[in-house]
């Protein structure tokens, strides 16, 4: 990660929308060259972020418009997969054997992290195991190629995108790095938990304390950021995540919540045919859902904690990979 302390750190004076705007249009060059938009965009972060217009048209300079990155984005969604498709994907022997060399290679950072936010390292080190491999799979789009293409030539999510953008030229000025040499996936996820430059401003910290916040290459502040974000989302320290339950009756689809949010509770569950396999308070607010798994459907409750997953990634399947994935980690390390 290349720190650059040239246009990171200088402001340009505010001399007026109009000579920007014009001065922009005259110097991008290369595939952004005379965009309206990308000329309208400098301006408002020279007026609005105090940025030095002549050093943000030279990253719009080398910025390149992906067609890849529109293909993957435009691309028809999969047919859904069932759980018992989706499951085998995460949860593998190779997945958990490396999540436990992480572990060990990273534990008293894990330890460090538990200890500050409540969040079990198993849990934070299943996340960036689902999400990169632990480092494998970082993407390698750069992010401002990345942001560029879907901010400026993707209309269905382009606003999106561009409040991403400002968020990636915001953080890359505060941590006096180089733009153009941060890479993420085709959508701008970065590093090794995957965070947009939004949730990397909102909830990434400097973990080891060394004046810089690197998710890229920097496991401890990976870690660290990982464990920020269950913890701002509403993660408790000691909770269980889920709880399986039996059903019985003809009503108990009906119990089933529409969406990730916990809007149903233990009794009315209950009084649909619903039991826990666990003690559970009757006013306890759950997700209740079905997953098809390889002996049948399964019914779960997912409690305040499996919510907070699901903040990381609006799934319920993907929390639960989260959730089964750490749990056979701290089944193969061998931890009570």
Do not use: C
Request: charged share 25%; glycine share 10%.
């Amino acid at each position: 990660m290349q720190v650059m302390r040239g246009w990171a750190t200088r402001y340009a004076p505010w001399v007026g929308l109009v000579s920007i705007l014009g001065t922009v249009q005259e110097a991008l060059a290369g595939d952004y060259e005379g965009s309206p938009q990308v000329a309208e965009f400098v301006g408002e972060m020279t007026r609005d972020y105090g940025f030095a217009g002549e050093q943000l048209m030279g990253v719009f300079r080398e910025a390149e418009r992906k067609q890849a990155i529109l293909d993957a984005i435009s691309r028809p969604a999969e047919r859904v997969k069932q759980w018992n498709e989706y499951r085998p994907m995460f949860i593998t022997d190779a997945r958990i054997a490396r999540g436990v060399d992480f572990w060990r290679q990273h534990e008293a950072v894990l330890a460090r992290a538990e200890q500050e936010y409540g969040v079990p390292a198993q849990v934070i080190v299943s996340i960036i195991g689902v999400e990169t491999f632990f480092g494998r799979n970082t993407g390698n789009y750069r992010v401002i190629d990345a942001l560029s293409t879907l901010g400026f030539d993707y209309p269905p999510r382009a606003e999106f995108f561009r409040k991403e953008l400002r968020e990636f030229l915001l953080l890359a000025r505060e941590e006096q790095i180089d733009p153009l040499t941060l890479k993420g996936s085709y959508a701008g996820a970065m590093g090794l938990p995957q965070f947009m430059p939004s949730s990397f401003r909102a909830y990434a910290v400097d973990f080891d304390g060394d004046g810089h916040i690197n998710i890229w290459t920097n496991p401890d502040d990976a870690i660290g950021s990982v464990a920020s974000y269950f913890k701002r989302h509403g993660w408790v320290a000691g909770e269980p995540v889920v709880s399986r339950a039996d059903v019985r009756g003809d009503q108990v689809d009906s119990g089933l919540t529409t969406g990730i949010e916990p809007t149903k509770t233990v009794g009315e569950l209950r009084a649909l045919g619903w039991s826990s396999h666990d003690a559970l308070r009757d006013d306890m607010p759950v997700t209740a859902f079905r997953l098809e798994g390889d002996n049948g459907p399964e019914y779960w409750m997912g409690l305040k904690n499996f919510y907070a997953i699901t903040r990381y990634n609006r799934s319920v399947m993907y929390a639960m990979a989260v959730h089964q994935l750490s749990e056979q980690l701290v089944q193969a390390r061998g931890v009570k």
